[in-house]
């Protein structure tokens, strides 16, 4: 099921990096109404994963199916935005992220509202939720194949990778960005640091009133599934804010053939966060389910 896309005025922007006046960060605006002021208006951001870009999997069509303004940008080193990029700089990431917050408030008067990341988006997102200030007037927060267990990455390496770490003490990661082959080194020190980021403060300091739902695919190879009933546990303790698990039998880290599913299912859980219906539970969206099993699922 494809969900219905919204009328918007799409603008890029460049956005100049305040610790890194080389890389400036590329990303694009849409806007339900441009023609009104923005100042206090709300607005979404989204957060592509690793080797990814800001048009990939369901961002676009998030971007433009939500009932707010929006803003997905690429991080440092991917895609439009020049600049270093390394598996283990998490705290990158986040600076990335502050400079996108900083200058849609301070630009356009945007308040933060909803945050919607995948894959390593989410573990970045997590992490300034926990500790920015601008976090505070966020209301919902998607998890979309987010990882907990950090140390578990090992597990996606291939016998010959870890035999080029121990060898050279790196491999080369090689992957197709935007349709343009990408290549990265990939160190023995940045698996160690991405391994070592610590994604324990959701349990102590993600915001009490901020809503969150987790989508994860049974099929993940990337990021186990059990990474997201650690999330549901952490923060589904919380309260007033609430968390809903929804889970997707076929779908693999980046729901190849699926996509549709997670924005349907973030529209629908949005729409609730609107009317203030959330409680704490399993998400059991409206679409109707047509992957390969089901028929069996009807029965």
């Not at 080194?185 to 640091?193: G, L």
């Amino acid at each position: 099921m494809s969900y219905p896309i919204t009328t918007k005025k799409t603008t890029k922007h460049r956005i100049p990096h305040p610790k890194d006046a080389n890389s400036p960060l590329t990303g694009v605006l849409e806007q339900l109404e441009p023609e009104k002021p923005t100042q206090g208006r709300k607005i979404a951001l989204l957060l592509h994963g690793t080797m990814g870009h800001k048009d990939y999997l369901f961002q676009k069509r998030l971007a433009l199916s939500l009932p707010i303004d929006s803003f997905r940008f690429d991080f440092r080193g991917n895609f439009e935005s020049p600049g270093p990029w390394r598996v283990g700089a998490f705290n990158n990431d986040i600076e990335d992220l502050e400079a996108v917050v900083k200058y849609l408030t301070a630009q356009f008067g945007y308040v933060i509202d909803l945050l919607v990341g995948h894959s390593r988006g989410v573990v970045t997102a997590f992490r300034w939720m926990c500790i920015a200030q601008e976090a505070a007037s966020v209301r919902g927060f998607v998890n979309v194949s987010g990882r907990y267990r950090m140390p578990l990455m090992y597990r996606n390496m291939t016998d010959e990778q870890r035999q080029e770490v121990e060898k050279n003490g790196f491999y080369i990661s090689k992957a197709t960005v935007a349709r343009q082959p990408f290549e990265q080194k990939i160190t023995k020190e940045d698996i160690q640091e991405f391994s070592d980021f610590d994604t324990s403060l959701v349990w102590d300091r993600f915001p009490q009133l901020a809503d969150v739902l987790t989508i994860h695919g049974l099929a993940d190879k990337t990021v186990p599934p059990f990474d997201a009933t650690i999330y549901a546990r952490a923060l589904g303790e919380r309260s007033p804010g609430t968390h809903n698990l929804h889970i997707v039998e076929d779908a693999d880290h980046n729901f190849t053939g699926l996509q549709d599913i997670v924005v349907a299912a973030v529209m629908e859980w949005f729409a609730m966060l609107e009317t203030k219906k959330l409680k704490t539970g399993l998400w059991q969206t409206g679409v109707r389910y047509e992957g390969p099993h089901a028929e069996s699922s009807r029965l």
